[in-house]
């Protein structure tokens, strides 16, 4: 089990790709405490919206998930029924946090996924608050993105003076 990745699976990636290039900006596998400590596979805090993308046979899906055979059958059952059980609770702490939860299976095609995820975002309240002195309440004057920087001291510094000379001229 070791080889099975947690973060970082194809369709897990295939979503994020798809979002990022609909302009959609989000954080991976970022840890939320709740009460209980969740790892989300996409995370938009803004907006408070948390979604996993669940393996079939790992979450147990109601289409193609199924309880290997064998001598370990037991085992696996009662493995895949705690995952099962831990993903609900992780749901009910995210819900009762003001969270809401997406949950799509690998099995879906990625449109379908890309549209349940955006219409999630569409009807959510954007829950950001601004931090920076004169980003809020600036009369809606139209600011350039890096005209902030001069405020807070963090102008690029020259970055042609960090070169280092050539090791071939020695």
């Known amino acids: 089990m070791s080889a099975n990745r947690r973060v970082d699976t194809k369709p897990e990636m295939s979503l994020r790709s798809a979002l990022h290039r609909r302009g959609h900006r989000f954080f991976k596998d970022r840890r939320i405490d709740v009460g209980v400590t969740v790892r989300p596979d996409i995370v938009f805090p803004r907006k408070k919206v948390a979604v996993f993308v669940d393996g079939c046979f790992w979450h147990w899906c109601p289409q193609h998930g199924n309880v290997p055979g064998g001598p370990n059958a037991s085992y696996w059952q009662e493995k895949l029924q705690r995952n099962v059980e831990r993903d609900r609770r992780d749901d009910e702490a995210l819900a009762g946090a003001g969270w809401v939860v997406v949950r799509v299976w690998e099995h879906q095609t990625l449109g379908s996924c890309v549209a349940q995820v955006e219409e999630t975002l569409s009807r959510?309240?954007?829950?950001?608050?601004?931090?920076?002195?004169?980003l809020a309440g600036n009369g809606g004057a139209v600011r350039r993105p890096d005209s902030h920087k001069a405020e807070w001291g963090l102008e690029q510094p020259n970055l042609t003076s960090f070169r280092r000379e050539s090791r071939c001229n020695s």
């Not at 959510?124 to 004169?134: E, Q």
Request: proline share 9%; aromatic share 0%; net charge positive.
């Open 124 to 134: 959510s309240a954007d829950t950001s608050v601004a931090r920076r002195p004169g």
